[in-house]
């Protein structure tokens, strides 16, 4: 077999080559658009509690690093008084519905938390799949086992949230295992992802090597494992 040898003018058919399709590559990426994510959470921008907290950093990465997607965040919750939820969940289908028609969504991100977040999110997943649109659950709730486990008429369709999404994600190894155990179907397709925070920056180095003072905010009970540390 001969070599092949490179001359000037094969390089530069081969430069010219590899830029077109670079350059068609791009083309391709610029045609298809940014990925348009519906993120759904609880209360919105500011809201308490972990998971709010967790979407504002999201919101903030998303602006500041990924040009590419598009988050249409939705409020299920709301802010405010609890009899005020049923119509801000509604507010929350007819929003979803209508970016599904206008084609202004890939998929779906849905944090699932404790108390009546678990109900919200079940609705939203169903009509979800009734609209075809694949979905991410992303399980916060330190209570879920315990709420899967006691909801006996309800097994069947809390197993379907999980088995019919596309991917999980989860905070630890323990609720991934929660989850594996029972759904074997779902290990495949599990996500570790821990809570997180944007790294601080102090403009004097030195208070690195001082000594920590830490302050516990919100509910540090036990399902918080302060003790631990």
Sequence with gaps: MTGLKMTPSLACNLKQTGGARVSETRSNEEAAGPLQVVIVAPLGAGGQGGVDRMMDGLRDALQDRFANIKAHFITTRGPGSILLSPLFLAHAIVRLLLLRLL?????????????????????????????????????????????????????????????????????????????????????????????????????????????ANILFLGLPDQKKVCRNL
Aim: glycine share 4%.
């Design 103 to 211: 084609g202004r969504v890939d998929v779906v991100h849905i944090d699932l938390s404790a108390h009546g977040s678990r109900y919200r999110k079940l609705i939203l997943a169903r009509i979800s799949r009734i609209c075809r649109l694949p979905y991410v659950l992303h399980l916060h709730s330190g209570q879920f086992d315990c709420f899967w486990d006691s909801r006996k008429s309800m097994r069947k369709e809390i197993d379907l949230i999980f088995l019919r999404s596309q991917r999980i994600i989860v905070l630890g190894s323990y609720w991934k295992q929660m989850v594996s155990d029972r759904i074997p179907d779902c290990s495949g397709k599990m996500i570790i992802v821990p809570n997180a925070t944007r790294i601080a920056i102090f403009k004097n180095p030195k208070v690195m090597d001082e000594v």
